[in-house]
């Protein structure tokens, strides 16, 4: 018979599937990372070509079953387990980040070519460093490339400008500044 010391000394197999799970899931995410992340992550030589050995098989049950191999190994090395979850998650949060401020140096882009003056006279109280005979000549023709249907040359200038401003200053504008759309409402 067993006591109940006993009992709670080894995890439920339910609590032992679900850890497995999680591996895989994490297998599964390290396989599907560009080749520019995987280097970043502290994987050992082994796991290493495993993920390559996952990454070169294109059929998608033989792919799955490699993984599944791969988060076996992954599960008999436990103390790399932590250290790799805390990569992910740091690359996750810094892509998050980073696609943040390009989604709000493209609301300045839209906003300085739909709202003109308007809009750079608020760049310009944030930045007052900044070119407003340069930046307003971007705006112009971005403008007329937009109404020519030209490529969008002075646009994407306008853009890499705005990103020089914004990293140049250490404490960038918070995304919470009102911007505003063409119909004067804030968004």
Known sequence: MHT???EFE????????????????????????PESQLGKLPLSDELREEVQRARRITQQIARKRQIQFLAKQM????????????????DRDSMRRETAELHRLEG????????GDSALSDLLQH????????LRTLVRQARDDA???????????????????????????ESDIETTDSDGETS
């Not at 032992?16 to 995410?29: I, N, P, S, T, Y």
């Not at 599960?75 to 740091?90: F, G, I, S, V």
């Not at 930045?127 to 340069?134: I, K, T």
């Not at 249907?149 to 401003?165: G, I, V």
């Open 4 to 6: 109940e010391d006993q």
């Open 10 to 33: 080894e995890p439920s197999r339910s609590q032992l599937r679900r850890e497995a799970l999680d591996v895989f899931k994490l297998a599964e995410a390290i396989v599907a990372l």
């Open 75 to 90: 599960r008999r090395r436990e103390e790399e387990l932590e250290p790799l979850r805390q990569a992910l998650t740091q």
């Open 108 to 115: 300045w882009r839209e906003r300085l070519i739909n709202d």
């Open 127 to 134: 930045f007052p460093h900044a070119d407003r005979q340069h």
């Open 147 to 173: 109404h020519a249907n030209k490529p969008p040359t002075a646009s994407r200038t306008l853009f890499k400008e705005l990103r020089a401003l914004f990293s140049g200053d250490g404490d960038s504008i």
